[in-house]
């Protein structure tokens, strides 16, 4: 057998691939499709709720079945001044521009990225005859930027984060949709943040958001969390849960949507303790994508430079999975220092310091919190199982999921329909259908089964055959290397919970 994925596919032919695959098997469907979708939004369906279930139960054992680490499921509504404290109302907001011509909206830090290189040069060259309309040290930054090594999309990026010159930068800078020049608004910030009402009175006073983010769940309840586990530093809360963002621009599958699901986990230690949990988590996380098969090269951190660190973090690092589309983060680790747990004090009035009864004194903790997108990391896995390999010259896609994660564990499948065959088949189903996910299969060719549950990334599957009445043995079928062994099948169950550890 032999990969061709790298041959035949380019890089934006595997997403469409994975986006049509993930409907014709089951795995994600468009949220609300039969009018016409819900931008941005998802349904994960019978293969996809086991995957995305599964990441969620490897996460919450590896971050939870730890003395250290404490579990919390949050409401997902929450107080507003929760949002104040954490300062999402101020700052949770991305720069966006309108289309005055055809009304399309464009993040502005992003503009950039669906511009060909050629174009974006042309754009230079137009705005570097304006530059004498800038003050000198406008001027001085523009041609810093414009002579630097940056790539031109780096270049069009610092460019936009001159405030005054973006207006006049823009102007040269033609709509991706309607492609008239000079018909963008002046950037303006938009705040994220999904906004309801609680109770029945539309008015301001009610006004609450969705969450953006789990973390403000976990930080309102650390002491709740501290005094009743009786936990002392360093310890950990971890939750996973829903949260909602109103991106201007939703991407890419599921790679950035309006809702999502997030696992965060906040660990509280002692401020002087911060970089060396900092670096053990740092280390921990990644090797948790490692261990259930993701492949090492594909992975990498981005550390955040000083300057582009978020408005609460100390330090940070990005977590980042080579997509078909290019490098993108799916974990976020950030030294949060005493940020938020001050913020809630000063805005709830109520202490969150913590009595320290070796040093015999009170103070805020530091956190060290490691954010993975549940939803994100899907497609990650996703994409890094999808193959297409050549065999006996003939395609076969094949998603290698880690066993662990796999939707459907073992496919049972009698050689034929009749003949007692579906009987003991029937028989092996009751048996561990009560461990794990099995899926019983009797119509077709079994090589055609064979290929319908490689595409469903079923790492085994089980067939009865003749032999089968003679020496009470059936075939297990490794979906990665097609190798086939005889196994007794009273000896199938302990075989495949082995295999699952
Ligand atoms: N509490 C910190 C926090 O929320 P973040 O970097 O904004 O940090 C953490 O988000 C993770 O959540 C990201 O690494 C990503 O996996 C996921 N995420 C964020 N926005 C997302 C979106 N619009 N769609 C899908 N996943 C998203």
């Known amino acids: 057998m032999r990969s061709i994925i790298a041959q035949k596919s380019n890089r934006n032919d595997i997403v469409e691939k994975?986006?049509?695959?993930?409907?014709?098997?089951?795995?994600?469907?468009?949220?609300?499709?039969?009018?016409?979708?819900?931008?941005?939004?998802?349904?994960?369906?019978p293969l996809g709720v086991e995957l995305l279930n599964n990441i969620k139960a490897e996460w919450?054992?590896?971050?939870?079945?730890?003395?250290?680490?404490?579990?919390?499921?949050?409401?997902?509504?929450?107080?507003?001044?929760?949002?104040?404290?954490?300062?999402?109302?101020?700052?949770f907001t991305d720069p966006m521009i309108d289309c005055k011509q055809c009304k399309a909206r464009f993040r502005l830090d992003t503009l950039g990225e669906g511009i060909a290189d050629k174009r974006k040069d042309k754009i230079f060259r137009a705005f570097k005859e304006k530059e004498n309309n800038f003050s000198d040290s406008d001027k001085e930054k523009i041609e810093n930027?414009?002579?630097?090594?940056?790539?031109?999309?780096?270049?069009?990026?610092?460019?936009?984060?001159?405030?005054?010159?973006?207006?006049?930068?823009?102007?040269?800078?033609?709509?991706?949709?309607?492609?008239?020049?000079?018909?963008?608004?002046?950037?303006?910030?938009?705040n994220l943040m999904?906004?309801?009402?609680?109770?029945?009175v539309e008015k301001t006073e009610n006004?609450?958001?969705?969450?953006?983010?789990?973390?403000?769940?976990?930080?309102?309840?650390?002491?709740?969390?501290?005094?009743?586990?009786?936990?002392?530093?360093?310890?950990?809360?971890?939750?996973?849960?829903?949260?909602?963002?109103?991106?201007?621009?939703?991407?890419?599958?599921?790679?950035?949507?309006?809702?999502?699901?997030?696992?965060?986990?906040?660990?509280?230690?002692?401020?002087?303790?911060?970089?060396?949990?900092?670096?053990?988590?740092?280390?921990?996380?990644?090797?948790?994508?490692?261990?259930?098969?993701?492949?090492?090269?594909?992975?990498?951190?981005?550390?955040?430079?000083?300057?582009?660190?978020?408005?609460?973090?100390?330090?940070?690092?990005?977590?980042?999975?080579?997509?078909?589309?290019?490098?993108?983060?799916?974990?976020?680790?950030?030294?949060?220092?005493?940020?938020?747990?001050?913020?809630h004090e000063k805005h709830s009035g109520k202490s969150q310091k913590y009595f320290d009864d070796e040093l015999r004194e009170k103070y805020i903790p530091y956190v060290i919190e490691t954010s993975a997108?549940?939803?994100?990391?899907?497609?990650?896995?996703?994409?890094?199982?999808?193959?297409?390999?050549?065999?006996?010259?003939?395609?076969?896609?094949?998603?290698?999921?880690?066993?662990?994660?796999?939707?459907?564990?073992?496919?049972?499948?009698?050689?034929v329909n009749k003949d007692g065959m579906p009987e003991v088949a029937k028989e092996i189903e009751a048996d561990l259908r009560p461990f794990m996910r099995v899926f019983y299969d009797s119509k077709g060719a079994v090589g055609r089964r064979y290929r319908r549950q490689d595409e469903a990334g079923t790492p085994f599957c089980v067939t009865i055959d003749t032999q089968t009445f003679e020496d009470n043995t059936v075939t297990v079928r490794d979906r990665d290397s097609m190798e086939q062994i005889r196994l007794e099948k009273d000896k199938l169950l302990s075989y495949f919970l082995e295999k699952l550890r």
């Not at 986006?19 to 469907?29: D, I, M, P």
């Not at 054992?61 to 300062?87: F, Q």
């Not at 936009?160 to 303006?188: D, H, M, Y």
Request: proline share 3%; charged share 25%.
């Open 18 to 45: 994975i986006v049509s695959l993930s409907k014709r098997k089951g795995f994600v469907f468009q949220s609300s499709e039969i009018y016409g979708g819900l931008n941005g939004c998802w349904d994960y369906g």
């Open 60 to 91: 919450w054992k590896a971050m939870t079945y730890r003395e250290d680490v404490e579990g919390l499921d949050a409401a997902i509504l929450m107080h507003p001044k929760v949002w104040e404290a954490s300062g999402h109302v101020e700052n």
């Open 373 to 415: 997108g549940a939803s994100r990391s899907f497609m990650a896995f996703l994409i890094d199982a999808y193959n297409e390999e050549e065999v006996k010259g003939e395609t076969r896609v094949v998603l290698k999921f880690h066993p662990r994660l796999a939707p459907i564990k073992v496919a049972i499948l009698p050689l």
């Open 207 to 343: 006004a609450i958001h969705l969450r953006p983010e789990t973390a403000q769940g976990i930080f309102v309840n650390f002491l709740n969390v501290q005094s009743s586990s009786r936990q002392k530093l360093p310890f950990g809360i971890a939750q996973i849960g829903k949260a909602f963002r109103n991106e201007i621009n939703t991407k890419n599958f599921l790679f950035r949507t309006r809702e999502f699901e997030q696992m965060e986990m906040q660990y509280f230690v002692k401020p002087s303790d911060d970089k060396k949990n900092y670096d053990t988590w740092k280390e921990n996380r990644i090797n948790f994508y490692k261990e259930l098969g993701m492949s090492a090269d594909k992975l990498r951190f981005h550390d955040h430079p000083a300057d582009k660190l978020a408005h609460y973090a100390k330090e940070a690092t990005d977590i980042e999975y080579k997509f078909p589309f290019g490098w993108g983060e799916m974990e976020g680790i950030h030294n949060r220092t005493d940020f938020d747990l001050s913020q």
């Open 145 to 190: 930027i414009l002579s630097s090594e940056m790539t031109s999309n780096e270049k069009f990026e610092a460019i936009l984060e001159i405030k005054n010159v973006a207006a006049s930068f823009l102007e040269e800078v033609n709509c991706s949709q309607c492609g008239n020049k000079g018909t963008f608004t002046e950037p303006r910030n938009f």
């Open 194 to 200: 999904f906004k309801t009402f609680l109770g029945s």
